[in-house]
């Protein structure tokens, strides 16, 4: 469960309440008995470093990635299928090169 923080508008009195997110915010200010609000906090995580947003893996406009893995500019190629006497086959005309 999340923990959250109160400021009293009245007297400044500042606490944390420990909440369900179906709870309602507490309003009353235990001390005083004035009206509560609640305080935001910047978040406590933060991720650094690259593969963490949407635009890591995106492709420019000529096609290519914007960022290379491991510094490497070449694409891979597919190669094409040899039998054990090393000749090529070709799998668009339908026929078996012996």
Known sequence: MPTYEYACA???ERLEAVQKFSDDPLTVCPACGGRLR???SPVGIVFKGSGFYR???R?????A???QLNGSSAEAKPQKKT???GSAKSSSTGTKVA
């Open 10 to 12: 009245e007297c400044g």
């Open 38 to 40: 609640k305080v935001f």
């Open 55 to 57: 635009t890591d893996s």
């Open 59 to 63: 492709v420019s406009a000529n096609g």
């Open 65 to 67: 990635k914007d960022k």
């Open 83 to 85: 039998d054990s006497g």
